[in-house]
């Protein structure tokens, strides 16, 4: 089922028109509502009136996240207080965290996009969901919530965590969705079998998993565990929460709503666009957005995109799995690595656990170092030293024929590292202390 066809399904070249009145329109919007994009504007010496067509976009200066943080709590609104119905606030690791602010109207329009999502996903009218994303400040729980509503479906707001009150409900209530973070997931499962629960066994269909990188290996290792269909969402909270992207059960890329968040992708050095189908940074502009519209946002999020229609029949460009982000490149000595690469490695040796953790340290005489955490299965450990020391050279020179650099790797026993019920850790950057 399609949620809203006549959008989704749009000749690309209507679309066009679409984005185009939509981006006339935003220009006057900000620069008659928003202090701070009036005057970059100015700075940049735009008049929102020569603005007609969606390829002038490129004219406009990019928003990031050091102007949220430059003019936290408030600074980025384009409505007065009283116009705002609802806050979310998205931690980061660093200063202030990053405040975003709806009105009424952005509250149906993230209600649409996520109705568009659980559609996309393969939900269906009669279905239930149990959403075990994070409801607090977080905006993974309402997100969900509100798309819930919207498409009619039976919602549990289960938050996250509780993990034997998930597993209760599940039971019990047999949902057929199931939304949170795929290291949730993976965790749920561990702790199924604890409980002597089969996983497989579940009511738990379909998944909707985001809000963290997780590879497609990671995804094979979710669908076996739990046999169900894991798609992939995606989603920031300065540009709405989750319900920006959404895979449908063809898992050929995630289907972006251009309509209303027109995506470009840039090369993070130069600023220029790519080609289709080259990586690059995801730029966002939220085209109908009131409370906080941002004018090409730099998400930080590798992506390419594949602007080919899709068997499922949408239209709309779908944008890669995150590859990783500009700032969750680890650079060693030199050399770009993402846990993503480690990941995918990791996965595909038998043995191995999906859990692990990258440690990067400053070692003597300046040089920096990784190591690689990973859980191995229970019975590796009974077996000869030479057997474990086979895996371990395995699994450096599968790191290092995708990397290019030699790792140390330390096997540890099962749940060793820890779980997460949100977003999980994993890169320790101890050269950042
Ligand atoms: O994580 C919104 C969300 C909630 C998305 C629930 C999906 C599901 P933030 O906390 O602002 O918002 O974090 C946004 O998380 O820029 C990405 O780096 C990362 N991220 C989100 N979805 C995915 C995904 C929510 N599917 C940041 N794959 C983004 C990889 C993701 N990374």
Redesign the pocket.
């Not at 985001?210 to 997780?214: R, S």
């Not at 992939?232 to 300065?238: A, K, M, T």
């Given at each position: 089922m399609i949620w809203n066809e006549q959008i989704e399904c749009m000749d690309p070249q209507q679309l066009k028109g679409v984005q185009s009145e939509r981006l006339a329109k935003l220009a006057e919007y900000v620069y008659s509502n928003s202090p701070f994009y009036q005057q970059r504007f100015d700075q940049h010496k735009i008049k929102p009136d020569s603005i007609k067509t969606i390829e002038q976009i490129t004219d406009l200066p990019f928003t990031t996240k050091i102007d949220l943080r430059d003019n936290y709590p408030f600074g980025m609104f384009s409505v007065p207080q009283k116009g705002i119905t609802e806050i979310h606030v998205?931690s980061g690791t660093t200063g202030n965290p990053t405040v975003v602010g709806y009105t009424k109207e952005d509250i149906k329009l993230w209600s649409d996009v996520m109705a568009r999502a659980l559609c996309c996903a393969g939900a269906e009218p009669d279905d239930t969901i149990q959403i075990a994303?994070g409801y607090g400040l977080?905006?993974?729980g309402l997100?969900f919530h509100y798309g819930s509503l919207e498409m009619g479906l039976t919602t549990i707001p289960a938050s996250s965590g509780q993990t034997k009150r998930q597993l209760k409900i599940m039971q019990d209530f047999k949902p057929r969705i199931l939304a949170c973070t795929p290291s949730y997931a993976l965790y749920m499962a561990e702790q199924a079998k604890e409980l002597g629960i089969d996983p497989r066994k579940s009511s738990w269909k379909i998944g909707i998993f985001?809000?963290?990188?997780?590879s497609d290996s990671m995804r094979d290792e979710i669908e076996n565990l739990w046999d169900m269909l894991a798609t992939?969402?995606?989603?920031?909270?300065?540009i709405i929460?989750?319900g920006v992207a959404q895979e449908c059960p063809h898992k050929d890329g995630l289907h972006i709503f251009s309509d209303v968040f027109f995506p470009e992708i840039i090369d993070p050095a130069t600023d220029q666009p790519v080609e289709p189908g080259q990586d690059g940074e995801l730029v966002i502009t939220t085209l109908t957005k009131q409370g906080i519209p941002l004018i090409r946002y730099r998400?930080?999020?590798i992506v390419s995109m594949n602007i080919e229609k899709c068997r499922c029949g949408r239209t709309s460009p779908r944008i890669s799995?995150?590859k990783g982000?500009t700032d969750d490149m680890i650079i060693i000595r030199g050399i770009n690595l993402f846990p993503s690469q480690i990941e995918e490695v990791l996965l595909s040796i038998e043995g191995t656990q999906p859990h692990y953790q990258i440690v990067v340290d400053r070692k003597e005489h300046g040089l920096d170092m990784v190591q690689v955490q990973v859980e191995i299965e229970e019975q590796l450990f009974s077996d000869e030293v030479r057997k474990l020391n086979e895996l371990k050279a395995k699994i450096q020179n599968g790191i290092e024929g995708v990397v290019g650099l030699r790792v140390d790797v330390k096997l540890v026993e099962p749940k060793t590292i820890v779980r997460s019920e949100g977003k999980s850790k994993r890169v320790i950057d101890k050269r950042k202390n």
């Open positions: 998205s994303y977080f905006t993974g997100g985001g809000a963290e990188p997780w992939d969402v995606y989603g920031l909270s300065e929460g989750p998400t930080r999020d799995k995150i982000r």
